[in-house]
Each structure stands twice: as structure tokens, then as C-alpha cells.
């Protein structure tokens, strides 16, 4: 397929990219509209769509509503459902999820296996080749490329994981020339799993805003940023990684080593914890009636405290706290309109929301506190693996990170 044929350059026009990217966004659309929106002669909007449409990238769907003056109604565009498939990777701490899907990001297979938390690097890539293998599509039909997503600070460019915080021995690591070895002809792409998430929301979520912050909680806290529309990566790959400062002074110790980061006191981790040495106290609780094959869990405090569960209620109200005061330190930074949650915190519904909205309102500077959306993400547990496909979909478009959304 020409689209992705890298001799022919179909792509890397700026007015192909440009007019890609527009029909995505706003598909089915006419070619009229298009050449208004983006100032393009008939004639080049008319060479380009051509080719695309011969390509088997676009196609004419049907009509439009006629204009007020009447005439003919526009012969509307949008993307071909078989231009091709995707496959989608996350790792975890715990996890690996390969998904095959459309350019829709609508799920036809999924895979997933066990890992563990110090397995070797090799070991976690033999297994991704293995599960990618298994759904036995990449033989006969099209893909259009691999997205993954690791946790860490990541040169997105040449696809290696630079360092991990929570996968060991994960420093250097060369996922991209990995994959593309084992499965020549198909291109892979990789980035930090929070910036899938803005990905998700940009290509599939319909988000608007053009300053906001994603939010990953869970085990470990990442943010992926969009200022002025645009991708923030930082100097060295490593911006968003503020699960790693200093929130309370001489606090207790994180995972990686130091003491009193944001996630050490506002992760999952610390607070299946407290709730365990209540339980061994003797604190009345319903909690031990959610365990998970015998083990308390996240989702045994969720489950407890929905059921009105008093101290799974306390546990949960103070894990809401410190999610909020180092929230409203990023609003602080970055002067967000949107803050959107994903991972575990969003279990904890409103009140998480109000208890959130409170530390911003109580802890941000007045003028910046102002008209901030806090949701969580619609995409639930699926938002990075379907960050994974916007991941693709961004480079075989050939959209660049200052032009991602």
C-alpha cells in the first residue's frame, strides 16, 4: 500500500499530513469544508484526496446536507475500515497485553500473561514476540505498525527505553530494533504508557482542550502533558515523572529508593498497607469478607467501602487527599484546563472528584484554580493499550509531536 510505502514519500507532504489529519478529526467531512478549513486550492485538495482514495486510504461514503443556497449536496470523506490492522502492546509491572485491532482502535483479539516484577528485559521481549505470534495475523493481513508502552523515560525516536523506575534492569533497552528484528517489514513505535493515555484521548476520546493533564494512578504516578496542544517531553524524555517529588519532607520511603515522593504516600501500595496493620489492630472493618483469593487488594478497600465500610471510607478519603495535594501542585506548574484520572483512583467515584477539587481549590494559587475540569477517563483500563493505537495511527500519518492533536 502506497500510504505506508516509504519510497514514494505519500505521506510526508505537508499537505497530505495536513489534510489526513483534518478528515480524522472531522470525518465524514466534504472536500469543500476541508479546502475552507485549510486554506487549500481546489485543485491540490482535489490531487491529494484522489490519490488516497486509489490508495484504498479514504472513501466516499455518501452525502451532506445541501448548502442554504441549495445545489448539490457534498459527497462526504472518511477513513476506509480495511486500510489495515494494529497491534497494540502494554507492559506492566505484573502484566503484558497485546491487543489486535482496526484503525478504530476497536478490539479483535486479545492476549495477556503474567510477568514478574524482576523479570529480565529479555525475558518480558521473548514473551511479547511469543503472545504477537500467537494471534497469527501479522502472515496475512495488513498491519500497519506496533505500538508499545512501558513505564519510564523513553526515547520515543529510536525506541529505547532509556530507564524504568518500576521494571528492573530495564536501562538502554532496545525495544523497537527488537520487535522490528522479529518481525520484519513492520514498523514498531514506542512511548511512556502516560503519554499513551493522552494519546487515547486525543484520537479516540474526542477531547477539545488544548492545555490538560492525564493523570496514571495506581502502583506508580505518571502525568503525560499537552501545553498549548502540543506534547510535552522535556529535555531528556523525562518530563512527567512528578510521581517522584517531594511531597512531604523526611516522609516515608518509596519504592526507588527516597523518601517523602508523591508516590510513597499517594499509591495503592501504601495504602493496602495501612489498611492491613488496621486489620491486624483489631479495627472493626468488612474488609476481610473482600479479600481476593485470600489477599487484601485495592479492590477489597473499593468493595468494603461501598458497602459502607467506615474505616475502608477513612482509608480511601486520605489516599483521595494526597492524590489531590500533589494534583493541585500540577495546577500550580501548568495552569491546566482539564485534569483527566485514570488507573485506580478512578474507583473512587464523587468522592474522590470532590475531595480532589477541594485540595485544588484549598492549595492552588486563586487565579489558577479557576474553571479546571477533573474528571476521570472514559477509556477505564483500556486507556493505554488504545493510547497504543493513536501511538500508531500518529506516525503512519506522519504527525509530528508538535502537531500530535
Known amino acids: 500500500m502506497i500510504f505506508f510505502d516509504k519510497k514514494n514519500n505519500l505521506i510526508k507532504d505537508l499537505n497530505r499530513t495536513r489534510i489526513l489529519k483534518y478528515i480524522w478529526d472531522n470525518a465524514p467531512i466534504d472536500r469543500a469544508r476541508i479546502s475552507k478549513e485549510l486554506g487549500l486550492s481546489r485543485t491540490t485538495l482535489t490531487i491529494v484526496v484522489k490519490e488516497l482514495i486509489e490508495n484504498k486510504i479514504l472513501e466516499e461514503i455518501g452525502y451532506g446536507e445541501s448548502t442554504s443556497e441549495g445545489g448539490k449536496k457534498p459527497i462526504l470523506l472518511n477513513f476506509r475500515d480495511d486500510i489495515g490492522f494494529i497491534i497494540g502492546i502494554t507492559v506492566g509491572i505484573k502484566k503484558i497485553k497485546v491487543v489486535l485491532g482496526n484503525i478504530k482502535a476497536e478490539f479483535l483479539n486479545e492476549l495477556e500473561i503474567d510477568r514478574s516484577a524482576d523479570e529480565a528485559p529479555k525475558i518480558t521481549l521473548k514473551k511479547i514476540s511469543d503472545l504477537v505470534k500467537k494471534l497469527d495475523v501479522y502472515k496475512t ?11 519510564g523515560v523513553i526515547d520515543h525516536i529510536n ?86 517529588t517531594t511531597i512531604v519532607t523526611h516522609g516515608s520511603e518509596c519504592h526507588c529508593g527516597n523518601y517523602g515522593w508523591w508516590e510513597s504516600v499517594a499509591t495503592i501500595r501504601s495504602f493496602i498497607g495501612k489498611a492491613a496493620n488496621g486489620i491486624e489492630k483489631g479495627i472493626q472493618t468488612k474488609l476481610p469478607d473482600y479479600y481476593v483469593n485470600g489477599s487484601l487488594t485495592f479492590e477489597s478497600i473499593v468493595n468494603a467501602y461501598r458497602d ?16 489531590g495535594l500533589g494534583i493541585a501542585n500540577i495546577v500550580n506548574v501548568f495552569d491546566p484546563e482539564l485534569i483527566i484520572i485514570y488507573g485506580s483512583a478512578s474507583q473512587l467515584g464523587d468522592m474522590g472528584i470532590r ?51
Open 308 to 323: 459502607g465500610d467506615e474505616f475502608s471510607k477513612t482509608i480511601l478519603e486520605e489516599y483521595a487527599y494526597w492524590l
Open 159 to 244: 525506541g529505547i527505553v532509556k530507564f524504568s523506575p518500576n521494571l528492573k534492569d530495564w536501562e538502554n533497552i532496545a525495544v523497537k530494533k527488537y520487535i522490528e528484528d522479529e518481525f520484519p517489514g513492520i514498523s514498531c513505535y514506542i512511548d511512556r504508557e502516560t503519554n499513551l493515555q493522552v494519546f487515547a484521548e486525543k484520537w479516540f476520546g474526542q477531547i477539545n482542550s488544548k492545555n490538560f493533564i492525564a493523570i496514571e494512578t495506581g502502583i506508580g504516578i505518571g502525568i503525560g502533558i499537552i501545553i498549548n496542544d502540543r506534547i510535552y517531553r522535556g529535555n531528556n524524555d523525562a518530563a512527567g515523572e512528578f510521581g517522584h
Open 141 to 151: 493481513k495488513q498491519i500497519l505498525g506496533i505500538g508499545i508502552g512501558i513505564p
Open 355 to 405: 475531595i480532589i477539587k477541594n485540595m485544588i481549590a484549598s492549595n492552588a494559587l486563586p487565579k489558577v484554580k479557576r474553571n479546571i475540569e477533573v474528571k476521570y477517563s472514559r477509556f477505564g483500563k483500556e486507556a493505554r493499550i488504545t493510547g497504543t493505537f493513536g501511538l500508531v495511527i500518529k506516525n503512519i500519518l506522519s504527525i509530528p509531536d508538535e502537531y500530535i492533536v
